[in-house]
Nanobody, 124 residues
């Protein structure tokens, strides 16, 4: 049974940093691309960042480019999202997803397995 679990969310002041982790079990993560999405109440889930199977190729939503960094450690079956210079508009539930493809995607339907999400709240 595949499980994807996010951790590391919390409450932080504007300008602060958080590091989210995404641990997968029941699959060999190096065979999957990974992505991070976020969602606020009443809005659609939106793309944040993605990384290919090896970690060499990454891409980001314009809203987080230069502030967030996606990475992975295949030996630990874990992915990460480092979030710096956080803003109140970054407040959301953040979801990690795994895609049965070597390359990441921007669409929700690109991904096969999802975590339950972790709340990130940025206070002004």
């Amino acid at each position: 049974q595949v499980q994807v679990v996010e951790s590391g969310g919390g409450l932080v002041q504007a300008g602060g940093s958080l590091r989210l982790s995404c641990t997968a079990s029941g699959l060999i993560l190096r065979n999957y691309a990974m992505g991070w999405f976020r969602q606020t109440p009443g809005k659609e889930r939106e793309f944040v960042a993605a990384i290919n199977w090896s970690g060499v190729s990454t891409f980001y939503a314009d809203s987080v480019k230069g502030r967030f960094t996606i990475s992975r450690d295949n030996a630990k079956n874990t992915g990460y999202l480092q979030m710096n210079s956080l803003r109140p508009e970054d407040t959301a539930v953040y979801y990690c997803a795994a895609r049965a493809n070597l390359n990441g995607g921007r669409r929700i339907n690109d991904y096969d397995f999802w975590g339950q999400g972790t709340q990130v709240t940025v206070s002004s």
